[in-house]
């Protein structure tokens, strides 16, 4: 039975920062949500560490862990993280949001680990714009996209992470894109977390457009109740799915996850930071299962909707 917030909203997604390390740097990057950026090699979270919490989290109902950071594929001991978390009981769902990068070496391993399914963000097919976004290479991600289809991962999914003034334009070629590899594309709008308010109103873009074409194009509509009613359009041969979450109080009554930081903080939303609830601490002061699920029980009901319905 899931954990309930005082609004009725089951907790059944965790998504863990295991590094704030990265081997790019995104401009839009929200870092879900983590003030302070990575200042050195060193990860906050053994493995063992983020093996337990993990454990404690299913143990109370949550059936899917997402892997994100910083850069998943930094750490050294990326495959056996993914392992260890795939075999335990009662999880239904492991997955990872990575940059590609270094997936083009990784991505059997990661398969035969356990993982299944991956979220590749590549905001834009544009060398140039690419670069200039992220820093890195193009050619690295989509050599990463390539080795995750062929390693058998389904779904695979592009995030799309669409700006005003960089990538709008972009849309179109993503879904043909996607098209042609038969791969999932998620377009999300910007968020305001941890971006300027400058970079935000200049470049935060309402996806109005681009679903008004959606809906007229689509065969099927579906709404993914337990993730934040995200819209999924299926257009023929291709799937593409929205994340709205600017000022919805929709996007928020319906949201099911808390997260994990780098340095072991459960975090209630990825909008807020004056809400965490320390776990590593008592976890390496010698904390009982028992009362690592108290913490996890305080930190749900510390969940609440950072957009209200009026
Ligand atoms: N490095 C990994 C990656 O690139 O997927 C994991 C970390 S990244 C913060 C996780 C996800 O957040 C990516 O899909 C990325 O596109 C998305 N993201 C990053 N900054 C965002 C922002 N300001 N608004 C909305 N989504 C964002």
């Given at each position: 039975?899931?954990?309930?917030?005082?609004?009725?909203?089951?907790?059944?997604?965790l998504?863990?920062?295991?590094?704030?390390?990265?081997?790019i740097?995104?401009?839009?990057?929200?870092?879900?949500?983590?003030?302070?950026?990575?200042?050195?090699?060193?990860?906050?979270?053994?493995?063992?560490?983020?093996?337990?919490?993990?454990?404690?989290?299913v143990?109370?109902?949550?059936?899917?862990?997402?892997?994100?950071?910083?850069?998943?594929?930094?750490?050294?001991?990326?495959?056996?993280?993914?392992?260890?978390?795939?075999?335990?009981?009662?999880?239904?769902?492991?997955?990872?949001?990575?940059?590609?990068?270094?997936?083009?070496?990784?991505?059997?391993?990661?398969?035969?680990a356990?993982?299944?399914?991956?979220?590749?963000?590549?905001?834009?097919?544009?060398?140039?714009?690419?670069?200039?976004?992220?820093?890195?290479?193009?050619?690295?991600?989509?050599?990463?996209?390539?080795?995750a289809?062929?390693?058998?991962?389904?779904?695979?999914?592009?995030?799309?992470?669409?700006?005003?003034?960089?990538?709008?334009?972009?849309?179109?070629?993503?879904?043909?894109?996607?098209?042609?590899?038969?791969?999932?594309?998620?377009?999300?709008?910007?968020?305001?977390?941890?971006?300027?308010?400058?970079?935000?109103?200049?470049?935060?873009?309402?996806?109005?457009?681009?679903?008004?074409i959606?809906?007229?194009?689509?065969?099927?509509i579906?709404?993914?109740?337990?993730?934040?009613?995200?819209?999924?359009?299926?257009?023929?041969?291709?799937?593409?799915?929205?994340?709205?979450?600017?000022?919805?109080?929709?996007?928020?009554?319906?949201?099911?996850r808390?997260?994990?930081?780098?340095?072991?903080?459960?975090?209630?939303?990825?909008?807020?930071?004056?809400?965490?609830?320390?776990?590593?601490?008592?976890?390496?002061?010698?904390?009982?299962?028992?009362?690592?699920?108290e913490?996890?029980?305080?930190?749900?009901?510390?969940?609440?909707?950072?957009?209200?319905?009026?």
């Amino acid at each position: 039975m899931a954990l309930k917030d005082n609004c009725g909203r089951p907790l059944l997604n965790l998504r863990i920062s295991i590094t704030q390390r990265c081997n790019i740097h995104c401009a839009y990057c929200h870092r879900e949500g983590e003030v302070q950026r990575a200042n050195s090699s060193a990860e906050k979270m053994t493995l063992e560490e983020i093996v337990r919490i993990s454990k404690v989290a299913v143990s109370l109902g949550i059936y899917r862990i997402k892997l994100t950071g910083g850069e998943p594929l930094m750490r050294q001991d990326i495959c056996e993280i993914v392992r260890c978390i795939a075999a335990i009981p009662g999880l239904r769902d492991i997955s990872m949001t990575t940059n590609g990068i270094l997936l083009d070496t990784l991505a059997k391993p990661l398969f035969k680990a356990g993982l299944k399914r991956v979220n590749i963000s590549l905001p834009t097919l544009n060398l140039e714009t690419y670069n200039k976004l992220t820093g890195g290479k193009l050619e690295n991600a989509l050599a990463g996209i390539k080795a995750a289809i062929e390693a058998g991962f389904s779904p695979v999914k592009l995030n799309m992470v669409v700006l005003r003034g960089v990538n709008v334009a972009d849309v179109p070629e993503m879904i043909e894109f996607a098209r042609e590899l038969g791969v999932i594309l998620q377009l999300i709008e910007l968020d305001p977390v941890n971006v300027s308010r400058e970079y935000f109103v200049k470049h935060h873009r309402l996806l109005d457009e681009q679903e008004a074409i959606l809906r007229d194009t689509a065969v099927k509509i579906e709404t993914r109740r337990l993730m934040q009613n995200r819209l999924i359009y299926h257009l023929p041969d291709v799937t593409v799915e929205v994340v709205h979450p600017t000022e919805n109080s929709d996007f928020c009554m319906h949201c099911t996850r808390m997260r994990v930081t780098s340095d072991g903080k459960l975090k209630p939303c990825l909008m807020r930071n004056d809400n965490l609830v320390d776990i590593l601490t008592p976890l390496r002061n010698g904390a009982t299962d028992e009362e690592l699920k108290e913490l996890f029980t305080k930190a749900n009901l510390l969940r609440e909707p950072f957009n209200k319905s009026k």
